[in-house]
Structures are given as C-alpha cells and as structure tokens.
C-alpha cells in the first residue's frame, strides 16, 4: 500500500475527498455525489461541478470494531449514512461523537479529517467526516 | 534609522477564524501518570485521533473564509506556520489551499520558527498585500505539539490554530495594522533535531534570555517606533506557553492584567505553539470593539518575536458572527484519560 500507482488512484478525487463536490444536471437539475460524466437521472452528459453545504443528517450508522488494514488504529468508529441537504445519501465515518450520542436524524456537518495512513512512509489521506454541528 | 515594519498600502484583516480540537486532558492526570504535583495549567487541547496540523489548518481556514465573504481563489498566498508538519517534505499548506478551493492560482508555502511560525507567515502576508502584489494572502499558525512522555513541557503541549486573511484596509476589514516590528536574535532555548521524535530544552534558559527578552524587546521596539505607552492598548496577547509567563511579561511592561485575561487561553487549552497568539488574538476580536487597540506579541524559540499593533474597525460587528467563535470550540470539550490520551497522540504500536 501506499505504493505510486495507488496515490494517482487517490490523488484524482481529492475535490470530492476534500470538499464535499458533487454534480449537477445541467438538463435536469439532479444533484448527485460524486459527480458522474452522465446524468443518472436523466442521461444528460452535460453535468457541472457542485459545492454540496455539507449540512446533513444521520439515516443509520453501525460501529465498525473489526476495521480493514489501515484503519485498525482508529477503532472503533461509526459509519453512517448520511442524507445531505440537498438530498444524497453518502456513506463517511463520523468524528468527535461517542457512539451513544449517535441518533437518528441526528445534524451533522462535514469536516475534513484524516482518513487513513499507509504505514510511515505512506501517503496521508484526508477527506470528509461528518460530526455534530459546532452551533 | 526605522525599525518599523510598514508596508507601501494600509493592510488589515479581511477575515479570521480559529480552531480548537475537543478533547481534553487535565493537568492533574498527567501528573497522576509520571508522579508530580503543582501544575503550570489547568487542562489542554488534544488532538482527535484523525487530526493534525493540516485538518487544524483547513477548519480555521473555513472559518476565515466564511468571516471574509471573498472567493477563495482571489488568494495569492497562502502560508502555513507549524512545527508539526505531517509531512517532513511535502508542503502542508497546499492541502489546506485545495481543501478550501484556493487552488492553483497561488503561492503556498509552510513557515517554521517554533512557536513563532504563525506570526512569521503574517508578516510575509502584510507585505505580499501592503506592497501591492496581492488582493489577498493568507497566514496560518496552527500545532498538534509535540512533549516528550514525563517532561514538563507534556503538561502544555496542545493542539489548535488559526487563520487570518489579510486585505487592504477597508471598510471590509475587522482590523487594521498599524505596524509590526519582529527582534530575533540566535538563542538555542529549545530545539529538536532531524528524525527526533521530542523536542529538547534547556530548562530554565527557556525564561530570562529567551522569551523575556524576545517578547519584552518586541515590545518595546514596537512602541518606541510607533510612539505608543501601554495605556494605548485595550488588548495585549503575548504567547503562551503556560498562565505565568505572559502574565509577568504584561506586568513588566506594565500592562494590566485585565487587558491580558481575554487573549490569554493557555490555561484550558495549553500551548498551541504556532497557533497560540493566534487564538489569543481570535478570542479578543470576537468580544473588541471598533476603535480598540491590541498589542500582539509572538515568541519562537530559537529565538525571536513579532509584534503588531492591530486597530479593531467597525466590520468586526456584523462579521464576527459568521463563523463559530473562538469560545464556541474552548467551551466543547470532552475529557479523556492518560490512556485514550496516549491513543490520540499516536504513542500505541500495533
């Protein structure tokens, strides 16, 4: 891991990763994360950059207590999916809450957080978190 | 001959914001774990585990982008002061400028000076700006410091920092400067060296030569050139590596406690190294008024300090609500132990 061919991998969503951008049907309107060449919704290939507010809610969430390789130091930690305002569903961990705390409906925003190391000499991977609104 | 620090065009700040991390570790555990007893402070700031330097950075960013109202790609600098880099080669500060969408049409670097880096990326922004050269340059300091296990300096070493978007003065500034003055001198106080884990210092040299004299010689330095006695300022932030040291050096000066207490966060939050005045700084302009004057002292190891006379103007009130306040995030806070504490710090292998 962490080897060349893996941070091109990365490297080529660092806008989603990073900040939360989607696209928008220019034809129909639809928001989608992230964003596609084609309209899943209407076929339209004309689709432009779209800068979600990160504002959402929690649908559901689970504890992940067995992680996969890179992320064991992190456990345990929720993932959740998450309905965006502008009404995607996404899948991202959430941060700075106890797993008590979680509820349905919860608000929540985006954050960008670390996701995950590849050993020391690794790339670091940031992207967006989701945690319970400042105020 | 001047000494002052002034550029071509009037400059101030267009938008700041702050961050702090919201676990905390209380003094009085840390002391539990290593058996010592008589505190420098009360609690500090901890890292989450997904969190850096950069993830610092790029939340106060935000929040100095949400209190600036610009397009982020009106940036033409965008500088990072930390010591804690997550990457020994490889530019923090071009992370935070794509995670804020300031990115490509910029100049992005990161500053190092121990505690002092912020500040010195402030400079270099007020003369980007000042001599005309940018609309806009950005200058953070942010830390997830580093004390080694037992030492003092792990009762203080914390995580936080802050971010300030300099623009010509306007009506769209919350401050102006009025002029800044940096006095360095070659004081080896703290150190640490290549592929060193902790830092090292030399104990009670770290007082009297270092940052007495750096903070009182910036100061002074600054008042003289700008002919100004204490009791022109309302606010004074001096850096913090603990509740004492600025406290006596305000004292030394002659300026009044009161006039410190707002700034002065170390005591529940510890030392945020890069970030430190910073935070201070964005802790007074939530609560200042148009028309007060804040002195703004930083110290860096090593060693040396800038200081800055910064003049609050009437944009602070309508936008110092645009963003969470800098009391928003010291007042989050959610305690943990030594152990959770040394799993947040990275000290566990797996």
Known sequence: ?135 | MRRLLKPIKDVGIVGYGAYVPMYRIKNEEIGRVWGVNGFPIQEKSVNNLDEDAITIGIEAARNALKRAQIDPREIRALWFGTESKPYAVKPSATVIAEAIGATPDLDAADFEFACKAGTEALQAAIGFVGSGMAKYAMAIGADTAQGRPGDHLEFTASAGGAAYIVGEKSSETVAYFEGSYSYVTDTPDFWRRQHEHYPRHGNRFTGEPAYFHQIISAAKGLMEELGYSPSDFDYAVFHQPNVKFPITAAKILGIPKEKVLPGLLSGIIGNTYSGATLVGISAVLDIAKPGDRILWVSFGSGAGSDAFSLVVQDAIEEKRDLAPKTMDYVNRKKYIDYALYAKHRGKYIM
Not at chain 1, 70 to 86: D, N, V
């Open chain 1, 1 to 135: 891991m962490g080897r060349p061919m893996q941070v091109a991998r990365y490297w080529r969503h660092f806008k989603e990763k990073y900040r939360l951008i989607g696209g928008k049907c220019k034809s129909c309107g639809h928001v989608h994360f992230p964003k596609r060449p084609v309209c899943p919704e209407c076929g339209s290939q004309e689709v432009e950059e779209f800068q979600f507010s990160g504002k959402g809610k929690v649908v559901s969430w689970t504890i992940v207590r067995n992680p996969p390789s890179g992320y064991e130091y992190y456990k345990p930690y929720p993932i959740a999916l998450i309905q965006l305002e502008e009404g995607p569903v996404i899948l991202a961990q959430l941060t700075d809450v106890d797993p008590e705390e979680i509820d349905f409906g919860m608000e929540v925003e985006m954050v960008t957080r670390k996701v995950r190391e590849f050993e020391e000499d690794g790339i670091i991977l940031y992207g967006y978190k989701f945690r319970p609104p400042i105020k």
